[in-house]
């Protein structure tokens, strides 16, 4: 959880930016890969990361975006600069209606209590969470992996180095 607003600013940035890396590089049709054929698609987990970034204004956040609509757009770039506003929108929100002592008030979300320091660290591991999948998905997609948190296969081979298997 997150005691300080700096400390989430800082990780919401670098971690925006991460998943703006992961979503540039989806084509439209990559978009329609299956984890297993009655489950999620790349897509519909891609457009989860925006509405999910939306369901922070549980937390009384006002954000001044929110995705249009429920369905998954077929276009990836909709999808990705949704995701962009949304998450930039969630970062303004929090320092301009937060200050260090919001982080630990509380909320009820489903019958739970939450500290929104805490809510706030949830995003972001939720977030890298499905991320680490759609990576898979990318890969089954035919999708080149950007670096996230380490060289990828293909960044070890420009490096001239073996990659790990
Ligand atoms: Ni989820």
Redesign the pocket.
């Known amino acids: 959880m997150y005691a300080k607003l700096e400390q989430f600013v800082t990780e919401w940035e670098q971690e925006t930016r991460m998943t703006e890396d992961v979503l540039k590089t989806l084509t439209d049709e990559s978009l329609t890969q299956p984890i297993r054929s009655d489950r999620r698609t790349l897509g519909a987990l891609a457009w ?1 990361l925006v509405t ?1 970034v939306g369901f922070m204004s549980t937390l009384g956040l006002e954000l001044e975006t929110q995705p249009k609509g429920t369905s998954v757009p077929d276009s990836a770039a909709e999808i990705a600069e949704a995701y962009s506003g949304i998450a930039h929108s969630l970062l303004h929100a929090v320092q301009s209606q937060w200050d260090d002592k919001s982080l630990s008030a509380t909320q009820t979300i489903m019958g739970e209590e939450w500290g929104n320091g805490a809510s706030l660290h949830f995003a972001v591991m ?1 977030q890298a ?2 991320r680490g999948q759609m990576t898979v998905l990318m890969r089954q997609a035919g999708l080149l992996v950007p670096e996230l948190y380490g060289p990828t296969y293909e960044s070890w081979l420009e490096k001239g180095m073996e990659p790990l298997l």
């Open positions: 989860h999910s939720h969470h499905h």
